[in-house]
């Protein structure tokens, strides 16, 4: 029997992703997968129930159905205590789990005899790049931040010269320089602006170069940690370090943050006094709300004014652009798929860096060690540690190759 992937609706308040996407669903029947999908589930994504069938997937009338069965099922946010309910037992199961933060989910799911891997958790060695969904949907939130800040800011981003006269290009500063702020600095650059990047890492300097931008250097101490993340700050070098910034952020038009955190709240960059020092009709393009914000004033899913300042909280930017988002994300599972179904078997090596390290559930045992000291227990074996969390998204955000949730500052 080959291996039946279940895909339903995201459940997410304003979530237009879906986990696969027709291309990938006549990949995955080619590899011995059963592709069944809930009607309407990608509606948001662009994709009709019409384009499955038409990919050789099937199309089930609800969750129920789609799922009844299933050996595997495909998210892109983790499910809620009331879904993982509703999953045949000992399924395994594969989204955006961020297990130290979804502890109930986890619990339910080990309840449920479940295996469940989290694309967070995905070890950042080259073979793992191709499943890299972190830096993929960064890369679509750093794409999204840029076009947010044009539509806001009250400016042209690029030069004009005009009968009338000389207008001058925009100034966008974007402080963090990892998949997602690399992204944006890209964006706004072919849109026009003249941009400068800060970032934490000494690392971060040449790509930042490479794109066009100017890069930023305070009178601070690098940041490198393992694996090209910045390492999390002390307080008292956010403190200098805002100090610092408080120059470059006054002499913005835009400024785009993007340091998050996985786990975690993410670090102030922007504060309240750096705002009020910012020229009217300024904007701040925030990518770290949906955990806290990089800036003091964000408020997740708003874009407010403080003292002429226009400050977006930008939450879930992938879902904005979902059919590309669901594109890339859709790959980088079936490129995860290829490492554990084999000959139309679900076969995960545990062995496998990758497998084992994006694994935190398994057979209803907590594997991930971080997970399990979350929930006061003890991890069944140990898991080989994801090399740092996500540079500093989606990104964001914070450095070379990875997406978007990264450490303080970069």
Avoid at 228 to 241: D, N, P, R, V
């Amino acid at each position: 029997m080959p291996v039946k992937l279940a895909v339903i609706k995201e459940s997410r308040p304003g979530e237009d992703r879906v986990a696969i996407v027709p291309e990938v669903a006549a990949k995955l029947a080619k590899a011995g997968v059963d592709v069944i999908v809930e009607s309407g589930a990608a509606a948001g994504a662009r994709f009709s129930d019409e384009d499955f069938v038409a990919a050789g997937a099937t199309v089930a009338p609800d969750a129920a159905a789609a799922l009844s069965g299933a050996d595997f099922v495909a998210r892109v946010n983790p499910p809620t205590v009331d879904e993982v309910a509703a999953l045949p037992s000992g399924v395994s199961v594969l989204s955006f789990l961020q297990p130290v933060s979804t502890t109930d989910v986890v619990e339910a799911l080990v309840a449920k005899g479940a295996t469940a891997y989290s694309m967070d958790l995905l070890p950042r060695i080259s073979r793992a790049q191709s499943m890299d969904a972190l830096s993929s949907q960064a890369t679509v939130a750093g794409y999204r931040a840029g076009l947010a800040a044009a539509e806001h800011l009250a400016k042209f981003f690029p030069m004009f010269m005009t009968a009338a006269g000389t207008v001058p290009p925009a100034k966008v500063l974007v402080m963090g320089a990892g998949v997602a702020g690399l992204q944006a600095i890209a964006t706004a650059r072919r849109l026009g602006a003249v941009v400068r990047a800060y970032d934490v890492r000494t690392a971060a300097k040449e790509e930042v170069m490479s794109l066009g931008a100017k890069f930023v250097e305070l009178e601070l101490e690098a940041q490198d940690g393992a694996g090209g993340y910045a390492k999390e700050q002390s307080a008292e070098y956010l403190a200098k370090q805002q100090e610092l910034l408080a120059v470059e952020v006054a002499a913005s038009d835009v400024v785009i943050t993007t340091a998050a955190i996985p786990g975690r709240k993410a670090p102030i960059l922007v504060t309240e006094a750096m705002v009020g020092q910012m020229s009217e009709g300024a904007v701040i393009i925030d990518m770290a709300a949906d955990t806290g914000g990089n800036c003091e004033l964000s408020v997740a899913g708003e874009a407010k004014k403080v003292g002429g300042v226009t400050i977006v909280g930008l939450t879930n930017p992938p879902s904005s652009m979902p059919t590309h988002a669901s594109f890339l994300y859709s790959r980088n599972i079936a490129n995860f798929l290829g490492l554990i179904v084999k000959d139309g078997e679900l076969v995960p090596d545990f062995d496998d860096e990758i497998v084992a390290g994006m694994c935190v559930v398994r057979a209803g045992q907590v594997v991930h060690g971080p997970t399990a000291e979350a929930l006061g227990l003890t991890p069944l074996a140990p898991t080989p540690a994801p090399a740092a969390p996500e540079k500093s998204e989606s990104d964001s955000d914070g450095a070379e190759g990875a997406d978007e949730q990264k450490g303080a500052g970069a």
